[in-house]
């Protein structure tokens, strides 16, 4: 009998010991795959990086977020989702509604909405991590930087290091007291999924030893806009020349401006920049009493200043000094209606003033909306009577251009 109660103890003793081990191991397989998170395109809210940053830096937060342990869905899926929810166009989905069905869309079990903005001259990058299944937020983190793209990609690490609470392996700044070892009870990792790769688009990782941002760290950029506008009549009228005792006088009437302005970044800060380039206008003014006109093409240097004003607005002033060469302009003289002068040979100096409004389109391309002054504040023209001076009172103008940055 004792034999036999021993037996059926030793028994019961291995059955009790195969069901721990069973649950034991529960936890590790679950582990080996991480929740499925749909890290969503990071929101501007005025930091002034351009699209083509704010694309790449959300590539490095979701491959952060693969390094973390994460599946993540890829970036054209949930764009392909986008589409086929709006029906429309990629749009951004920002609200908390609409990323919640986003996420349940593609079938994930949490979504990850970053933002950035900025306050006070300084940028903040928020992150709201949100369990579909709760349809709440799980957990949130910020981080501080800079508002340029060196700044931002600090930021980004910092920001995952907190959602997940752990370093990351490209933190550029490691703490000054040994790391913690890990709680006894937390299951090893298994091996991390690989990021999942978006065919055609570059790689958010970067090359072993380089520092973040130091390539695009500049922010000269040059610009070239065209435009065409409407000159105003003369404010005035415009003075020309005595010719022995003859005196004439040239009244313009409304007329037709065109403009091309090159420009090249020469430094500043985020919130001042300033270009100089080269301008060109062509002016054409008729006046239907007399048959006056004015014709001339002005080149000239342009120095311009850029205030920032949202993410997709920036104000600017451009002052222009350059010589006008002047093709047909006719005057015609006091006392003799008949008798007209044509300049046709370069004059003199040209001066003019514009205030702009820049509307940022995206993809490189800016709306500008102008207006200004221009005019020759002196010039000189010779003839068989001797050489004579005169100068033009200034037009008022508006115009409406397009502006390509490269």
Same mark, same amino acid.
């Not at 166009?89 to 950035?116: H, M, N, T, W």
């Not at 306050?119 to 579909?132: K, V």
């Given at each position: 009998?004792?034999e036999?109660?021993? !037996?059926? =103890?030793m028994v019961? @003793?291995?059955m %009790?010991?195969?069901?721990l081990?069973?649950?034991?191991? #529960?936890?590790a397989r679950?582990?080996?795959?991480?929740?499925i998170?749909?890290?969503?395109?990071?929101e501007?809210?005025?930091?002034?990086?351009?699209?083509?940053v704010?694309?790449?830096?959300?590539?490095?937060?979701?491959?952060?977020?693969?390094?973390?342990?994460y599946?993540?869905v890829?970036r054209e899926?949930?764009?392909?989702?986008?589409?086929q929810?709006?029906?429309?166009?990629?749009?951004s989905?920002y609200?908390?509604?609409c990323?919640?069905?986003l996420?349940r869309?593609?079938?994930?079990?949490?979504?990850?909405?970053?933002?950035?903005l900025?306050?006070?001259?300084?940028c903040?990058? !928020?992150? =709201?991590?949100?369990? @579909?299944?709760? %349809?709440?937020s799980?957990?949130?983190?910020?981080?501080? #930087?800079?508002?340029?793209?060196?700044?931002m990609?600090l930021?980004?690490e910092?920001?995952?290091?907190?959602?997940?609470?752990?370093?990351?392996s490209?933190?550029?700044?490691?703490?000054?007291?040994?790391?913690?070892?890990?709680?006894?009870?937390?299951?090893?990792?298994t091996?991390?999924?690989a990021?999942?790769?978006?065919?055609?688009?570059?790689?958010?990782?970067?090359p072993?030893?380089?520092?973040p941002?130091?390539?695009?760290a500049?922010?000269?950029t040059?610009?070239?806009?065209?435009?065409?506008?409407?000159?105003?009549?003369?404010?005035?009228?415009?003075l020309?020349?005595?010719?022995?005792?003859?005196?004439g006088?040239?009244?313009?009437?409304?007329?037709?401006?065109a403009?091309?302005?090159?420009d090249?970044?020469?430094?500043?800060?985020?919130?001042?920049?300033?270009y100089?380039?080269?301008?060109?206008?062509?002016?054409?003014?008729?006046?239907s009493g007399d048959d006056?006109?004015?014709?001339?093409?002005?080149l000239?240097?342009?120095?311009t200043?850029?205030i920032?004003?949202?993410?997709?607005?920036?104000?600017?002033?451009?002052?222009?000094?350059g010589?006008g060469?002047h093709?047909?302009?006719?005057?015609?003289?006091?006392?003799?209606?008949?008798n007209?002068?044509?300049?046709?040979?370069?004059t003199g100096v040209?001066?003019?003033?514009?205030?702009?409004?820049?509307?940022?389109?995206?993809?490189g391309?800016?709306?500008?909306?102008a207006?200004?002054?221009?005019?020759?504040?002196y010039?000189s023209?010779s003839?068989?009577n001797?050489?004579?001076?005169?100068?033009?009172?200034p037009?008022?103008?508006t115009?409406l251009?397009?502006?390509?940055?490269?």
């Amino acid at each position: 009998m004792p034999e036999r109660v021993n !037996l059926r =103890t030793m028994v019961s @003793l291995a059955m %009790a010991w195969c069901c721990l081990l069973g649950d034991g191991l #529960a936890p590790a397989r679950a582990g080996e795959t991480g929740p499925i998170v749909a890290v969503l395109d990071i929101e501007d809210r005025g930091s002034g990086l351009s699209a083509d940053v704010l694309d790449r830096l959300t590539d490095y937060l979701a491959v952060l977020m693969a390094e973390a342990g994460y599946s993540v869905v890829p970036r054209e899926q949930i764009r392909d989702r986008l589409v086929q929810m709006q029906k429309e166009s990629y749009k951004s989905c920002y609200d908390q509604k609409c990323q919640i069905d986003l996420g349940r869309e593609l079938a994930a079990q949490k979504v990850l909405a970053p933002k950035v903005l900025q306050i006070g001259g300084e940028c903040r990058l !928020l992150g =709201t991590l949100l369990d @579909l299944k709760l %349809a709440a937020s799980e957990r949130a983190a910020t981080a501080k #930087a800079a508002c340029n793209e060196r700044g931002m990609l600090l930021a980004v690490e910092r920001l995952v290091a907190k959602l997940t609470g752990q370093r990351t392996s490209r933190s550029r700044h490691p703490p000054t007291t040994p790391p913690r070892p890990a709680p006894v009870s937390r299951p090893a990792k298994t091996a991390k999924p690989a990021p999942v790769k978006s065919p055609g688009r570059r790689k958010a990782t970067l090359p072993a030893g380089k520092k973040p941002g130091r390539k695009t760290a500049r922010k000269k950029t040059s610009l070239l806009m065209v435009a065409v506008g409407v000159a105003y009549p003369h404010l005035g009228d415009a003075l020309s020349l005595d010719s022995g005792d003859a005196h004439g006088e040239i009244d313009s009437g409304t007329g037709v401006l065109a403009t091309m302005r090159m420009d090249f970044g020469s430094g500043g800060s985020d919130s001042f920049q300033v270009y100089i380039g080269g301008v060109v206008h062509f002016l054409y003014a008729q006046d239907s009493g007399d048959d006056d006109s004015l014709k001339y093409y002005v080149l000239g240097m342009a120095t311009t200043g850029n205030i920032p004003l949202t993410g997709w607005l920036d104000f600017r002033f451009v002052l222009d000094v350059g010589l006008g060469m002047h093709l047909g302009t006719k005057i015609t003289m006091a006392g003799a209606d008949s008798n007209q002068l044509s300049i046709t040979k370069l004059t003199g100096v040209y001066l003019g003033g514009v205030l702009e409004l820049i509307w940022k389109m995206g993809s490189g391309l800016n709306l500008v909306l102008a207006a200004g002054a221009m005019g020759e504040v002196y010039g000189s023209y010779s003839d068989s009577n001797g050489e004579h001076d005169f100068k033009f009172p200034p037009h008022l103008f508006t115009s409406l251009g397009i502006e390509t940055a490269f």
